[in-house]
């Protein structure tokens, strides 16, 4: 190889590299093209989330007082401690993890077994099928609040006791919302019905992903539908499935139209949920300072559940 070649590339090679002050133009030129949009993001981050974040934490502090011109003495940790020593809130607690622990499998369930049946190759219609899923979704809470107050109305005017009664399935009308397990089971049934089509659109999105000449193989191999759902569909949804759990879970603590506009944390407080709790302790007792500390407990929760959760996944080797 003639040695001028090499010399000729490398001289290529430094005449083609710019000097350190013109790369400097031109990434500060970038970063002035770049920069008020981030100004923007900073700025309304900082004032609709971080200043609201550190202003909650402080307050949970304090004896807060709203009005202008009063103070609001520090109090220290009484707010915490009188949290723990509040029975509503113990009620509030309980019926939030205990909406996760019904809720979250069941929407699991039948939004993996819906889309797995929409996915079927004879199944027409899928678009239909989807878009009756998701409609739930993009209704309004209030609109399929006041219909399911409606369904399980008291006495013979509720559809659900109307029906009930006339096939014999009971001998008098159930009195739904004042007991406080039956209220719950209506919580529980519009929480799943009014969000099980999230779950049902991410699916069918996951399953139409899956490469068809897995299941070739599979059939190749002599699996059957079942053998092929347990060891291709189940270990190519293991990613999506985590996922779907994670924001289940937080949907779940997140409680608050579900009880609002059902029960009103009724009866007795029975169903109080934490989000709940928080608003009447705010807006309707004006105990604004206690209202932040079950705030900042609550959001200390969330935190560590996802954090212990994406912690488990990034540890974790998915197919």
């Given at each position: 190889?003639?040695?001028?070649?090499?010399?000729?590339?490398?001289?290529?090679?430094?005449?083609?590299?710019?000097?350190?002050?013109?790369?400097?133009?031109?990434?500060?030129?970038?970063?002035?093209?770049?920069?008020?949009?981030?100004?923007?993001?900073?700025?309304?981050?900082?004032?609709?989330?971080?200043?609201?974040?550190?202003?909650?934490?402080?307050?949970?502090?304090?004896?807060?007082?709203?009005?202008?011109?009063?103070?609001?003495?520090?109090?220290?940790?009484?707010?915490?401690?009188?949290?723990?020593?509040?029975?509503?809130?113990?009620?509030?607690?309980?019926?939030?993890?205990?909406?996760?622990?019904?809720?979250?499998?069941?929407?699991?369930?039948?939004?993996?077994?819906?889309a797995v049946l929409i996915n079927i190759q004879f199944v027409k219609y899928k678009i239909t099928f989807r878009t009756l899923y998701?409609?739930?979704?993009?209704?309004?809470?209030?609109?399929?609040?006041?219909?399911?107050?409606?369904?399980?109305?008291?006495?013979?005017?509720?559809?659900?006791?109307?029906?009930?009664?006339?096939?014999?399935?009971?001998?008098?009308?159930?009195?739904?919302?004042?007991?406080?397990?039956?209220?719950?089971?209506?919580?529980?049934?519009?929480?799943?019905?009014?969000?099980?089509?999230?779950?049902?659109?991410?699916?069918?999105?996951?399953?139409?992903?899956?490469?068809?000449?897995?299941?070739?193989?599979?059939?190749?191999?002599?699996?059957?539908?079942?053998?092929?759902?347990?060891?291709?569909?189940?270990?190519?949804?293991?990613?999506?499935?985590?996922?779907?759990?994670?924001?289940?879970?937080?949907?779940?603590?997140?409680?608050?139209?579900?009880?609002?506009?059902?029960?009103?944390?009724?009866?007795?407080?029975?169903?109080?949920?934490?989000?709940?709790?928080?608003?009447?302790?705010?807006?309707?007792?004006?105990?604004?300072?206690?209202?932040?500390?079950?705030?900042?407990?609550?959001?200390?929760?969330?935190?560590?559940?996802?954090?212990?959760?994406?912690?488990?996944?990034?540890?974790?080797?998915?197919?």
């Amino acid at each position: 190889m003639d040695p001028n070649l090499n010399n000729n590339h490398s001289d290529i090679i430094l005449t083609e590299k710019k000097p350190l002050s013109q790369r400097f133009k031109k990434g500060a030129k970038q970063w002035l093209e770049v920069s008020p949009f981030l100004l923007i993001g900073l700025a309304g981050a900082s004032i609709f989330v971080i200043y609201p974040l550190i202003k909650g934490i402080v307050m949970s502090f304090q004896d807060y007082n709203i009005l202008p011109g009063t103070e609001s003495p520090f109090v220290g940790l009484e707010n915490y401690k009188k949290a723990f020593s509040d029975p509503a809130f113990a009620y509030a607690v309980r019926n939030t993890f205990l909406n996760t622990v019904v809720t979250v499998p069941i929407n699991w369930f039948l939004g993996l077994f819906f889309a797995v049946l929409i996915n079927i190759q004879f199944v027409k219609y899928k678009i239909t099928f989807r878009t009756l899923y998701y409609l739930p979704i993009i209704t309004s809470w209030i609109v399929v609040a006041f219909l399911f107050r409606y369904l399980f109305a008291d006495g013979e005017n509720g559809l659900i006791n109307f029906a009930l009664v006339n096939l014999g399935l009971v001998d008098e009308p159930i009195s739904w919302l004042q007991n406080q397990w039956t209220a719950m089971v209506v919580i529980w049934l519009f929480h799943i019905w009014k969000t099980v089509g999230w779950t049902v659109v991410i699916y069918l999105a996951a399953l139409q992903g899956i490469p068809k000449n897995l299941y070739e193989a599979a059939a190749i191999d002599g699996a059957s539908g079942i053998k092929a759902f347990r060891f291709v569909t189940v270990p190519m949804l293991r990613p999506i499935t985590a996922f779907v759990i994670i924001n289940l879970v937080m949907g779940a603590f997140n409680f608050f139209p579900q009880v609002y506009f059902i029960t009103n944390g009724g009866p007795m407080g029975q169903t109080e949920v934490l989000q709940s709790m928080i608003y009447k302790q705010a807006f309707s007792n004006f105990n604004f300072g206690y209202s932040s500390a079950l705030g900042v407990m609550m959001g200390l929760t969330i935190f560590l559940i996802t954090f212990t959760q994406q912690k488990k996944l990034s540890n974790q080797k998915f197919m």
